[in-house]
C-alpha cells in the first residue's frame, strides 16, 4: 500500500527519521536529560510518527508535521515525568563532537550542556518555542505546530530568547 507521491509508509518512516533525526535527538535532548529516558522518548516519538504517518495530508509541511508530534510527545514525556519526580532537571546529557579537537569539544558540549539546561528551566510555554526556534523552525511553523498565529509564536519567541539570555 503506497502513500503520497507513490513511497510507501515504509519507505517515507525511513525517509523521514533520516531527514529529522538529528533535530529529533536534539528536540529529546531540550525535554530530557537522562540518556536512557532521551531514548525512551526518542522511541516513543517515532512510533508515534510512525502511527500518524496514515493521517498526513499534506497540509502543512513534512517538518511541521514530524515537529508536531515530537513536540506533542515531548510534552507528554515531561508530564509523566513529573508525575514519578526524579532526578533534577539540571543534570543535561553530553552529546560528543567526534570530528572536533578536544579543547574545541569540550567547549562546544559545555555550552551546549549548559544551553541545555537553561532551557529546561525556562517556563513550558517559553520552553516549547525555544525548542523549536533551536531546531529550526520559523515563528510561523512554530505557531503551525502550537496552534497558535505567528505573530503569538513570534510574541512568544522574543520573550522567550529574553528568558533564555536572563538564565544564560
Request: net charge positive.
Amino acid at each position: 500500500m503506497s502513500e503520497g507521491g507513490g513511497e510507501s509508509r515504509e519507505a517515507r518512516f525511513a525517509r523521514m527519521l533520516g531527514d529529522f533525526g538529528p533535530s529529533l535527538d536534539r528536540l529529546a535532548a531540550a525535554y530530557e536529560a537522562d540518556p536512557a529516558e532521551r531514548d525512551d522518548l526518542l522511541q516513543d516519538i517515532s512510533f508515534a510518527l510512525w502511527r500518524a504517518l496514515p493521517s498526513f495530508r499534506g497540509e502543512c509541511s513534512e517538518r511541521t508535521f514530524v515537529y508536531r508530534i515530537a513536540h506533542n510527545r515531548g510534552l507528554t514525556h515531561r508530564a509523566r515525568r513529573r508525575l514519578r519526580a526524579t532526578e533534577p532537571l539540571e543534570r543535561a546529557g553530553v552529546i560528543a563532537d567526534p570530528g572536533a579537537d578536544p579543547e574545541q569539544a569540550t567547549i562546544r558540549t559545555l555550552t551546549r550542556e549548559r544551553l541545555q539546561a537553561a532551557v529546561r528551566r525556562l517556563p513550558e510555554g517559553a520552553r516549547q518555542v525555544v525548542i523549536l526556534s533551536l531546531s529550526g523552525l520559523g515563528a510561523a511553523e512554530i505557531g503551525e505546530v502550537l496552534g497558535i498565529t505567528e505573530n503569538n509564536a513570534a510574541v512568544r519567541l522574543s520573550r522567550a530568547r529574553r528568558a533564555l539570555k536572563d538564565l544564560l
